[in-house]
Antibody, heavy 128, light 106 residues
Framework: QVQLRESGPGLVKPSETLSLTCSVS????????WTWIRQPPGKGLDFIGH??????TYNPSLQSRVSISMDTSKRQFSLKLTSVTAGDTAVYFC???????????????????????WGQGTLVIVSS | DVQMTQSPASLSASVGDRVTISCQAS??????LSWYHQKPGKAPKLLIY???TLATGVPSRFSGSGSKTDFTLTISSLRPEDLGTYYC?????????FGGGTRVEV
């Protein structure tokens, strides 16, 4: 059974870069999307972005500051968010997204669908 | 971006009550919608995908319905362990989006 675990600093200074890693144990790394979701204290869930063998997709509101990468040999994927402010304080979840498909011009195109497995989440506070 | 709007934002119900939560998409998302339940301090858990398909291990008191822009999550008989916040999520568009959540108090 697949398990996900986030790791990284719990405190980041304003204007610096937030870096988190998600380690994947059990299950296959291939044929899934791997995503980061965040939840500010007392608020709802926000999609940050996901990575797949075909590329990455980011939330348009964060696109200029975010980067997600995958290291399949280490079974890890990572998040980098630059120029952080207090507004980036949140619990950050890594998660696995099921790969679905659509048919386009006779070709099967992969697409992200629902999230079936979540990490426990890690709180990151942005403060000096 | 597809915006997802949930209602109500919160509700209080008694054990055994039938509970209904609505989720509206800003554009047609066919049936590309999932529902999650989050208990306080925990990660969300998948309940339903494809608008109406129950995820493995989810009790049959949960059901989902709807298509295009209007969707509903129903709990047929509320149990104490159902407290928490429920979120819908669309996956019709590349950038996944969540509803604002519905907090359920039992």
């Amino acid at each position: 059974q697949v398990q996900l675990r986030e790791s990284g600093p719990g405190l980041v200074k304003p204007s610096e870069t937030l870096s988190l890693t998600c380690s994947v144990s059990g299950g296959s790394i291939n044929d899934y999307y791997w995503t980061w979701i965040r939840q500010p204290p007392g608020k709802g869930l926000d999609f940050i972005g996901h990575v797949h063998s075909t590329g990455t997709t980011y939330n348009p509101s964060l696109q200029s500051r975010v980067s997600i990468s995958m290291d399949t040999s280490k079974r890890q994927f990572s998040l980098k968010l630059t120029s952080v402010t207090a507004g980036d304080t949140a619990v950050y979840f890594c998660a696995r997204v099921i790969e679905g498909h659509i048919t386009l011009f006779g070709s099967l195109i992969p697409r992200a669908t629902w999230i079936d497995t979540w990490g426990q989440g890690t709180l990151v506070i942005v403060s000096s | 971006d597809v915006q997802m709007t949930q209602s109500p934002a919160s509700l209080s119900a008694s054990v055994g009550d039938r509970v209904t939560i609505s989720c509206q998409a800003s554009q047609d998302i066919t049936n590309f919608l999932s529902w999650y339940h989050q208990k306080p301090g925990k990660a969300p858990k998948l309940l339903i995908y494809g608008a109406s398909t129950l995820a493995t291990g989810v009790p049959s008191r949960f059901s989902g319905s709807g298509s295009k822009t209007d969707f509903t999550l129903t709990i047929s008989s509320l149990r104490p362990e159902d407290l928490g916040t429920y979120y819908c999520q669309q996956y019709d568009h590349l950038s996944l989006t969540f509803g604002g959540g519905t907090r359920v108090e039992v």
